[in-house]
């Protein structure tokens, strides 16, 4: 007489692993009693709480850094515009530099357009004045002056001497 194997033996899976035991919160027994846990209106309220002032401290991140990236951005750009315009006024003669306006507006070089970039909101002015008791140095100040994304005025002025007879004098005063 042959013995009968039970079918879950003859492919080699055994019994127990079959089986799926529940959490005694899901069975017949305990589902619908008072047993079973769930979050109170309370502990819902406390959750939306704390993720409001989480969102809120990001939001104020968020903002403060785009400021910042703001100010680093356009104060790296107009450090830019301002030595272009030094080495401008470097490649001039000593009677060109003589000659210049004691203020004047400067307007922004060609090569500067930047893409996704509001360079109208910079202003650049250029003044030249002697050096106190040296008439042969003369000052130049490069300024440049814009808003800020909170609306506020900033300024970067560069200042430059240029002397007669000097280095930049002699290099590029003899061919112009």
């Known amino acids: 007489m042959k013995e009968s194997i039970p079918a879950s033996l003859r492919f080699g899976i055994h019994r127990s ?34 993720m409001g002032i989480t969102l809120a401290s990001v939001a104020v991140t968020m903002q403060v850094g785009m ?28 009677t060109a530099i003589q000659t210049l306006p004691a203020t004047s507006e400067m307007s922004l070089p060609d090569g500067f357009q930047v893409e996704q970039f509001n360079t109208e909101r910079f202003e ?6 002697d050096v106190d008791g040296l ?22 002025k560069l200042v430059v001497r240029y002397a007669k007879n000097g280095l930049y004098d002699y290099y590029y005063g003899v061919s112009q």
């Open 67 to 94: 400021v910042q990236y703001d100010n680093a951005r356009s104060l790296g750009y107009v450090t830019e515009v301002l030595h272009n315009f030094a080495e401008e006024a470097r490649r001039l003669n000593w």
């Open 17 to 50: 692993l079959l089986m799926v035991r529940c959490p005694p919160t899901w069975t017949k027994k305990n589902f619908g009693n008072d047993s079973m846990r769930a979050f109170t209106l309370v502990e819902v309220i406390v959750a939306i709480f704390i």
């Open 124 to 129: 650049y002015t250029r003044s030249v004045a």
């Open 135 to 156: 008439s042969d140095i003369k000052s130049i100040s490069f300024i440049a002056a814009w808003t800020s994304l909170k609306g506020g005025q900033r300024t970067k």
